[in-house]
């Protein structure tokens, strides 16, 4: 039987500490995901969704965007995938009443946690700040008319089209996604921010320059036909778990794995596969060498690598420099400054450890790095990244099968939304096609990015933000400043299906419009619709929902975007509004004809499994760049430099969360349990800092502008960390990532190189 919610908000700050795991997976795995579905849906439900999910004729998994292979597994899913399912089509209800005994003040004191438990919402609601009697405010229903015509008001209101945002969080559908970008630009903005500009858009920016296309060149048979991966600043057994499957059978057939990373992780050492007896019990060992880099010391490696993958004789593919690539000549001179003493101080690495990495780079011939966080979250994350491409061009492993390069997506379709046209910086061809298809007038200036979007309310130069799901305040940096920038909107709207804590911060006027999930059926007039997805490898492919939805009065996200549209925009739109809302295949059919690659989709994608877009550089080893070929890149070496006395500090998941879903108390394969309010120092750092396993500290962030960011009353974990740096989860420590610190020229926030002092509790 399905449990309650949990009432009181459990205490966050009394973590216990084990010692931590040494494998992922196995039966603990089952046995926790079991636990979590039975409390969310019940058993009978549990079996219907989890025996639906990634299946070929299924829905979609709302988590990462791990692809899945051709052939399925019976339970083709992972712990954390069936808590993101349980999550979503949990039988938990958020109604009305619900909110008649919770008003603003009180949602706002509870953690996101709390909030994400109480289940999913039933019908549209409306706050208007100020307007109760004593301040009391809270959400009130609202009719969907009405819910429409306020975002008509506000957005017609506007002096400038450019005062309004549309955010679009990864979950939302390609269909969605290409409608909510055609209404943003006939609207007259380019104000897209989405989920991306804070995690892989450091890669979009740096493939696009080096290879032409910012997306993942390898599919699941790439990974599967390596003999060298580079696991680099990522966590898989969290983040990605059936990545592991894949890492699994590589090692069965031979490969070799590296993996990168300050932290050491169950994931990357051991995988106990619960999909066979011997996997399950023995496990495979995965990682063959740990290289525990200081945090941000990523370019120096791969830098001082390719200087010795070009000094050694008869490393390079030559022939590929020669025929596909420009530059080479700039990284060799670059290279030859790259030194010794240099990169083992911004590495935190040995000499012996770089030239044991360094023999199996050259013992192998088709290498694949994947990536994630740990290199697009820092400062020089695209210096960084192109530094990673560099690395394989040298050894033509780009466009070779079982090589190339793997930026590993962590929301299901923030690569398709991306490619649907979500994006401040869209490129002129796009609007000229989306034009030519609709007769409209894209705007051509750049619009927001997510960090830009914050400057701009907080400046007062945006007035309303339309969410497209997501939590725009948990996700975002420097949360005082958030969410005192949100609090100065006009209105603030957000397409949702759970509660989360940009639900307690709002604007003078705040609209949460609840909307199917991928595991509920969605009925249109032209009768069962499905929608698509990208993942991410470039796969395209159908999600069905199969449960009837979780209220009578939710909308769709194709349909939220169509009635918004005819409301803002009205009879001056020529655009089929109704029609798209009636029938997703004229939507797609659209998107065949702006989208490259999309030629004929309504019959490619009702294939079982879909079908892969292109990618020049994986099919033909033609690179889209400016230069016409693959760019090798020599920008300087960078890496954090941290005063004494002080620790870098790297925010991250949990296990038992994603995103900034708080799917649990726990971070068992770190032997955290039942708190989140932990630090993680190395025992060394800590006995020099004065700070005892146990102990309590604030977390105090160090910036450019003076302003000191506290994170109040932490417990210290003594955890073996690199040297000088430092772990926490979010959202709780994204008040101690500045605005303005990030990424060069992809404007990601710099979440994971944070420079922290600590004071007494
Ligand atoms: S690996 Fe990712 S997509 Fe696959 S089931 Fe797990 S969370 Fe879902």
């Known amino acids: 039987m399905a449990t309650k919610p949990p009432t009181g908000d459990p205490i966050q700050d009394a973590p216990q500490v084990t010692p931590p795991k040494h494998a992922a997976a196995g039966l603990p795995a089952i046995g926790h995901t079991l636990r979590i579905a039975q409390q969310q849906m019940g058993v009978a439900r549990t079996a219907r969704t989890l025996l639906k999910v990634n299946q070929k004729d299924g829905f979609d998994c709302p988590g990462c965007a791990w692809p899945e292979g051709d052939k399925r597994h019976t339970a083709e899913f992972c712990e954390n995938g069936a808590k993101a399912v349980a999550e979503e089509a949990t039988l938990r209800r958020v109604t009305p009443e619900f909110f008649a005994a919770h008003p603003l003040a009180d949602l706002a004191t509870r953690s996101g946690y709390w909030l994400g438990q109480q289940g999913r919402i039933t019908e549209p609601m409306l706050l208007e700040r100020g307007a109760a009697p004593g301040g009391d405010d809270r959400y009130e229903p609202v009719s969907w008319e009405k819910a429409f015509e306020v975002i008509a008001e506000e957005l017609t209101a506007l002096d400038s089209p450019d005062e309004a945002l549309f955010y679009t969080s990864g979950r939302t559908s390609n269909e969605a996604a290409f409608l909510f970008q055609l209404f943003a630009r006939e609207f007259g903005t380019n104000n897209l921010p989405d989920c991306s500009n804070m995690c892989h858009e450091s890669s979009g920016s740096a493939l696009t320059e080096t290879i032409g296309i910012g997306k993942g060149s390898v599919s699941l048979e790439d990974l599967h036909r390596a003999d060298l991966i580079i696991v680099a600043g990522q966590n898989p057994g969290t983040n990605h778990p059936r990545m592991l499957s894949a890492l699994e059978k590589a090692k069965t057939a031979g490969a070799r794995i590296i993996s990168v990373n300050p932290l050491p992780e169950a994931g990357t050492e051991r995988f106990k596969n619960p999909q066979t ?62 030194d010794w003493e240099e990169t083992l101080t911004a590495t935190g690495l040995t000499r012996p ?110 007035k309303v933000l339309f969410a497209m799901g997501g939590n725009f ?97 009205g009879t001056a739109s020529a655009t089929p509004w109704e029609e798209f809302e009636r029938d997703y295949a004229s939507i797609r059919e659209r998107i065949s004809r702006v989208i490259p690659g999309f030629e004929d989709f309504n019959a490619r994608v009702a294939r079982p499994g879909g079908f892969q877009l292109p990618h020049a550089p994986r099919d033909e080893r033609r690179f889209p760049t400016k230069t016409g070929k693959a760019n090798f890149t020599a920008a300087p070496v960078e890496y954090p430099r941290v005063p004494a006395g ?20 726990d971070d068992r394969y770190r032997g955290i349990t039942g708190g989140r309010r932990v630090v ?80 007494p509790a």
């Open 277 to 338: 007896p011997i996997g399950m019990f023995r496990g495979t060992a995965l990682t063959d060498l740990f290289l525990q880099i200081r945090i941000g010391g990523d370019q120096a490696l791969f830098r001082l690598l390719n200087k010795l993958v070009i000094e050694t004789d008869g490393a390079t593919d030559e022939a590929f420099i020669r025929e596909h690539t420009h530059g080479y000549e700039d990284l060799v001179a670059a290279a030859k400054e790259a």
């Open 353 to 462: 450890e770089i030239e044991q990495a360094l023999a199996m780079v050259l013992a192998s011939e088709r290498t694949i790095v994947c990536w994630a966080m740990g290199l697009t979250q820092h400062k020089h994350a695209v210096a960084t990244i192109r530094e990673v491409v560099n690395l394989l061009l040298l050894r033509g492993n780009i466009g070779r099968p079982g090589a190339g390069v793997c930026p590993v997506r962590g929301h299901s379709n923030v690569q398709g939304d991306r490619t649907m046209g979500i994006f401040e910086r869209p490129a002129p061809a796009f609007l000229d096609a989306l034009d030519r298809e609709f007769g409209i007038t894209s705007p051509r200036g750049h619009g927001y990015d997510v960090v830009r979007s914050i400057q701009a309310l907080r400046d007062g130069r945006a």
């Open 473 to 569: 305040v948990g996700a975002t940096p420097d949360t005082e400043v958030t969410e005192a920038a949100i609090r100065k909107a006009a209105l603030t709207v957000h397409v949702s299906t759970k509660l989360n804590r940009s639900h307690a911060v709002t604007g003078r006027r705040a609209l949460i419009l609840p909307t199917l999930g991928r595991t509920d059926k969605d009925v249109q007039q032209s009768g069962k619709q499905f929608v698509t997805v990208e993942d991410s490898m470039g796969m395209v492919h159908a999600s069905r929902g199969n449960l009837a939805p979780a209220s009578p009065h939710l909308l769709s996200e194709p349909a939220i975007v169509a009635r918004m549209a005819r409301a803002v925009l």
């Open 646 to 665: 002080r620790l870098l500090l790297q925010t991250l998941r949990s296990h038992d969360q994603y995103n900034t879903t708080i799917y649990g108390l």
């Open 680 to 759: 993680m120092v190395n025992p060394a750092d800590a006995a020099e800092l004065g700070l005892a396993d146990g102990s309590y500290t604030d977390l105090v962030s160090e910036w450019t502008d003076g302003v000191e960011r506290r994170a109040p009353g932490f417990r210290v974990v003594h955890y073996p960390t690199a040297r000088g740096c430092a772990a926490a989860y979010y959202p709780e420590t994204n008040v101690l990532v500045p605005l303005d610190s990030t990424a060069d020229v992809s404007n990601t926030p710099a979440s994971k190189s944070v420079v922290v002092r600590f004071e």
